[in-house]
């Protein structure tokens, strides 16, 4: 038996000194809060960008397998206007996409020899420094520049090089590093919507800081309607079940998101439609999707405990499995967004974490488990 019961301060408490208690433990979990927000607001950039990251991998991709296809399909007529046969090579191992112009013969040509020219007239016609004395001088001065000028204009539309437009435009291909073109960075559309991303971040950072002291006084409170066997629960099933959560939001972040992202924009590719990242609906979807995954994970544990209570039994969870994997894809579709990645990635790891906790309960039986407890 443990000599000292965490909670035992609060196992007698009258219903006043409950809600006294609650007022107290209300108070410490928003004081927790503000000292992790204080916190995030130094860390929030950070967090933004990091959130970014995925969805930055995606676009990158996207728009160099656009870039690589493009020039699949155009190799050929690059080749015949005297491209290099490795040009494929080089954008791939560079990174690099094309962005097309097309420009008639002599139309290159006529614009360099026209700003030259107007270079030249900008010389000959330019203003001078007008003294005091010359004053009066000035608006004949004005006509002769303006004389002058009209007299010069006429060179600088010289038919030396007229573009023939009836001939086939030249292709020009600028080439931009996938790192430094703008369509792979998120965009927001108002001033403040930048800022309010930056408060929301440092929120989360905040939430995970102050995250053990709130579930401190929370189940310090929740613990005082609790047997002492209960209690017990709370000591070996809090950390696992801190562990399960963690590992489904990380599985969500580092595995799910880029298959879920690369999907989504696949569509975008089938479709012609230009995909426009907005940071604040990708940070929403980006928070949401791992607390999903992260509940959703806690499914071994809620077993365990409905076995503990004898709501259901082993014996039940092995002949309603079929039923169970049903309920698991609907939940998976609820709690996913609205593609099959996702969705798979949630249900698969949840149909075995099912099983897995059908083995945890047949690992601790329940007359075994409370001989356990009551022997601490």
């Not at 998120?186 to 800081?209: D, H, R």
């Not at 696949?266 to 979807?285: D, H, K, Y």
């Amino acid at each position: 038996m443990r000599e000292e019961d965490l909670f035992s301060e609060n196992s007698t408490m009258t219903f006043g000194e409950h809600l006294e208690e609650l007022r107290v433990c209300l108070f410490f979990s928003i004081i927790w809060l503000v000292v992790g927000f204080t916190i995030g607001l130094f860390a929030g950039g950070y967090v933004v960008d990091y959130i970014q990251r995925p969805l930055n991998a995606s676009l990158k991709k996207f728009y160099l397998d656009r870039a690589d296809e493009r020039m699949a399909k155009i190799l050929k007529d690059l080749l015949n206007e005297g491209q290099p046969a490795s040009v494929l090579d080089v954008t791939r191992r560079e990174r690099l996409v094309p962005t097309e112009f097309f420009i008639y013969p002599g139309e290159f040509e006529r614009a360099l020899e026209f700003q030259k020219r107007l270079q030249q007239a900008e010389d000959v016609t330019g203003s001078k420094m007008i003294t005091l004395d010359e004053v009066d001088n000035l608006f004949v001065r004005k006509q002769q520049r303006e004389e002058r000028r009209h007299q010069y204009s006429d060179s600088l539309f010289s038919d030396t090089h007229t573009p023939n437009y009836n001939a086939k435009p030249a292709r020009i291909l600028l080439w931009t590093r996938i790192d430094e073109d703008a369509r792979v960075a998120s965009k927001t559309f108002n001033m403040q919507e930048s800022f309010s991303i930056y408060l929301k971040a440092s929120m989360l950072v905040g939430l995970l800081i102050a995250a053990p002291g709130i579930f401190y006084h929370i189940w310090s409170f929740v613990a005082a309607g609790l047997y002492p066997h209960e209690k017990r629960y709370v000591y070996y099933f809090m950390p696992i079940s801190i562990i399960l959560f963690l590992g489904g939001a990380i599985f969500a972040f580092f595995v799910v998101f880029q298959f879920i992202l690369d999907f989504l924009l696949m569509f975008n590719a089938w479709t012609g439609i230009q995909p426009e990242a907005r940071i604040s609906e990708w940070l929403s979807f980006a928070l949401f999707l791992p607390i999903g995954f992260g509940i959703s994970f806690q499914l071994p544990l809620v077993m365990f405990v409905l076995e503990r209570v004898r709501i259901f039994s082993i014996a039940i969870y092995w002949s309603q499995w079929k039923m169970a994997v049903v309920v698991i894809v609907i939940l998976s579709m609820l709690l996913t967004p609205a593609d099959p990645w996702s969705m798979f990635f949630m249900a698969v790891p949840l149909i075995i974490l099912y099983f897995g906790g059908i083995g945890m309960c047949q690992m601790f039986p329940r007359r075994e488990w409370e001989e356990i407890a009551d022997a601490e």
